[in-house]
T-cell receptor
């Protein structure tokens, strides 16, 4: 069964810092990996989708990389802002089964 | 329309009540999903519908009963729930091709009293 782990569980940084969130998964036979953002009590907002054949995807200040063979992905956030404060979840998909990590709770202090 | 719409946003129900959660999308997605999320935990898969047929049931108790009346609508019927069933219930959809990502709704916050 696929296990997804995210490190760190929580992160607090001052505004303006660049930061990296980590995601690892045990079964490399995936179709894609998706990074989500979740605000407290809200639904999931998709940030980036990386196909299994891709190495990275970029959207604005966000860059996600994927190393499928080693079962790792990173989400890089440049020039963090207080509005980036949220929980970030990675999820891996195989067939119609998407499995989530427990998330990294990010706080960006003004 | 690029959204998954879930109603109601909040629901409080007694343990003897019967209620339903509704999920709707008009993106032509042919797979729809129910997830359950407890506080500070990741979403856990409950059910998957593919082309309006139930394809995955993750050993969910029978007090949760899914229904997919058509390709745009997914319901979750609730009956005789327990307080531990209180959670955020998330609906998602995806296109039929497996290389696409999921689109999630904003969820229904369910409280069982």
């Amino acid at each position: 069964k696929q296990e997804v782990t995210q490190i760190p569980a929580a992160l607090s940084v001052p505004e303006g810092e660049n930061l990296v969130l980590n995601c690892s998964f045990t079964d490399s036979a995936i179709y894609n990996l998706q990074w989500f953002r979740q605000d407290p009590g809200k639904g999931l907002t998709s940030l980036l989708l990386i196909q299994s054949s891709q190495r990275e995807q970029t959207s604005g200040r966000l860059n996600a990389s994927l190393d499928k063979s080693s079962g790792r992905s990173t989400l890089y956030i440049a020039a963090s802002q207080p509005g980036d404060s949220a929980t970030y979840l990675c999820a891996v998909r195989r067939f119609d089964d998407m499995r989530f990590g427990a998330g990294t709770r990010l706080t960006v202090k003004p | 329309d690029t959204e998954v719409t879930q109603t109601p946003k909040h629901l409080v129900m007694g343990m003897t009540n019967k209620k339903s959660l509704k999920c709707e999308q008009h993106m032509g997605h042919r797979a729809m999903y129910w997830y359950k999320q407890k506080a500070k935990k990741p979403p856990e898969l409950m059910f998957v519908y593919s082309y309006e047929k139930l394809s995955i049931n993750e050993s969910v108790p029978s007090r949760f009963s899914p229904e997919c009346p058509n390709s745009s609508l997914l319901n979750l019927h609730l009956h005789a729930l327990q307080p531990e069933d209180s959670a955020l219930y998330l609906c998602a959809s995806s296109p039929p091709a497996l290389n696409y990502g999921y689109t999630f709704g904003s969820g229904t916050r369910l409280t069982v009293v």
